[in-house]
């Protein structure tokens, strides 16, 4: 059995001028995907746009932009929903990048 983790570096850009850079409560780091270990895909990223409610709870994910495409898309989408960021009372929009390298 493979065991591989990911290390995944958070870029927080906002992509609303109307609200300042969301507070990240909780980040919670995605899981090297299977297939990327099967493929030997030892690195690859995610872009991705997040919709933060007025209490802070992540209600939705988009991914923009993955490389390689399609690869590390659901584990970035995964642990993005279980982020939390600090409630503004208003919904916000940022984007995330997510960066995936093998720890092997």
């Known amino acids: 059995m493979f065991v ?3 290390v995944a570096l958070a870029l927080i850009a906002a992509a609303s001028l109307a609200h300042a850079d969301a507070k990240v409560l909780k980040k919670v780091a995605p899981e090297y995907p299977s297939e990327a270990v099967k493929k030997n895909i030892a690195s690859g990223s995610v872009r991705a746009k997040i919709a933060i ?9 988009e ?4 490389e ?18 600090e409630g503004t009372g ?9 960066v995936f390298k093998s720890e092997d």
Do not use: C, I, M, Y
């Open 68 to 85: 390689p495409k399609r690869v590390f898309d659901r584990a970035a989408v995964d642990a993005l929903s279980q982020w939390k960021f």
């Open 4 to 6: 591989r983790s990911a």
């Open 53 to 61: 409610a007025g209490d802070g709870k992540v209600s939705n994910v």
């Open 63 to 66: 991914v923009v932009e993955a």
């Open 90 to 98: 208003a919904p916000q929009t940022h984007e995330v990048k997510l």
